[in-house]
């Protein structure tokens, strides 16, 4: 395969990240790590194969600032590396190598990333519970039902089908636009266009927020209208426990559950 600046076979690790990407737009070193099984990979080795494929003119590379002063790494696909694995190129318009100070989207994305990289590419902690698929939306669901979600993904255990949908808040969104959003899930669980899109009887909504306060500002809207299919945490408790773990909170009662 010939790239932009030399001639580079593309493994199967390389075509992975590449199909990954593919859903997730934008990934970071760790996220691209966990994808391709290199999790016991140090991370100099790690920066020289993705140094590579940017090389080879296979991925893009920008940077992102951190909260601790420092700049990460961030890429996403080429033209070269979507023809590769015959996706749709969907390019993020920020120049090559760029710094990035603050950028709502991408710091976005990459929240909905760590619950993607989660699902489809860590272990379930048992057994009984198998993948099935992750779906990402550039555009609603329906053009009856105006929802957007985050994401979307299918999980088996024992025998049966749970569906889920993604909703990553990260504070830029009012409340109002939550009450409006719990309408059209509600109008979506209870009109039968859920069954007909998904052919499948029922989903959970699983609402991830930045910090505890937020979360609870959220829960509060949503239990104005339901005291179902909405499931509360927050991004550090899932990235530090996993999303499988008793974290989650319904829109009524204090129980802490697991989603299995």
């Not at 999980?155 to 749970?162: A, W």
């Not at 808040?169 to 899930?185: A, C, M, N, V």
Request: glycine share 4%; aromatic share 10%; proline share 4%.
């Amino acid at each position: 395969m010939t790239g932009n600046s030399s001639t580079r076979i593309v493994t199967e690790s390389d075509r992975k990240l590449f199909e990954a990407l593919a859903e997730a737009r934008v990934l970071d070193r760790e996220q691209a790590s966990e994808i391709t099984g290199r999790r016991e990979v140090s991370v100099s080795t790690c920066n020289a194969w993705l140094l590579k494929l940017v090389r080879a003119g296979l991925l893009k590379r920008f940077f992102i600032a951190t909260d601790d002063g420092g700049i990460k790494s961030l890429y996403c696909l080429t033209p070269l590396s979507a023809g590769i694995v015959h996706c749709d190129y969907r390019p993020i318009p920020r120049p090559a190598d760029s710094v990035l100070k603050s950028e709502p989207f991408v710091l976005h994305q990459l929240a909905v990333n760590s619950l993607f990289v989660q699902v489809k590419y860590q272990p379930a902690p048992s057994e009984e519970i198998e993948f099935v698929r992750w779906l990402t939306f550039s555009e609603p669901i329906s053009n009856t039902t105006q929802l957007m979600p985050d994401g979307y993904f299918e999980l088996k255990s024992r025998g049966d089908l749970y569906s889920m949908f993604c909703e990553v808040d990260r504070g830029t969104e009012s409340l109002k636009i939550w009450t409006e959003k719990t309408r059209l899930y509600l109008k979506l669980a209870t009109g039968g266009e859920f069954q007909q899109l998904f052919h499948l009887e029922r989903f959970r909504v699983l609402v991830i927020a930045e910090t505890e306060r937020r979360s609870s500002q959220i829960r509060q809207t949503v239990a104005r209208q339901t005291s179902k299919i909405f499931w509360f945490s927050t991004l550090n408790v899932i990235n530090r426990q996993g999303l499988f773990a008793a974290h989650w909170i319904r829109p009524e009662g204090d129980d802490r559950l697991s989603l299995f």
